[in-house]
């Protein structure tokens, strides 16, 4: 199971840290994700890393704003968001990609997700 916290109302330019705590014994062997969807938007993939944190993957519209990490030891995965923008508003997602080593960029191979947690940009 995946438990996603964090989000909230934020002011333009103002930060938040998404958490998502994941139960299981093999978070370790997860590769991990963050999507979101907007509003009559579709879900997105925002960022990714591989089940070692090595390799990260950043969709365009964050690079350079947002970090993502993760802690094997307390199996959670997190989103750092700086500069947060209007435009960043969006119920946002963790998933995981069971038994995959590299940072997974395609929805369809993630396995399991969290609940979503509300991220509201006021400009």
């Known amino acids: 199971q995946l438990q996603a916290s964090g989000g909230g109302l934020v002011q333009a330019g103002g930060s938040l840290r998404l958490s998502c705590a994941a139960s299981?014994?093999?978070?370790?062997?997860?590769?991990m994700g963050w999507f979101r969807q907007a509003p009559g938007k579709e879900r997105e993939l925002v960022s990714a890393i591989s089940w070692s944190g090595v390799s990260t993957y950043y969709a365009d519209s964050v690079k350079g704003r947002f970090t993502i990490s993760r802690n094997n030891v307390k199996n959670t995965v997190y989103l750092q968001m700086n500069t947060l923008k209007p435009e960043d508003t969006a119920v946002y997602y963790c998933?995981?990609?069971?038994?995959?080593?590299?940072?997974?960029?395609?929805?369809?191979?993630?396995?399991?997700w969290g609940q979503g947690t509300l991220v509201t940009v006021s400009s």
């Open positions: 299981g014994r093999t978070f370790s062997r997860y590769a």
């Open positions: 998933a995981a990609a069971s038994n995959v080593r590299q940072a997974v960029l395609i929805e369809r191979e993630y396995d399991y």
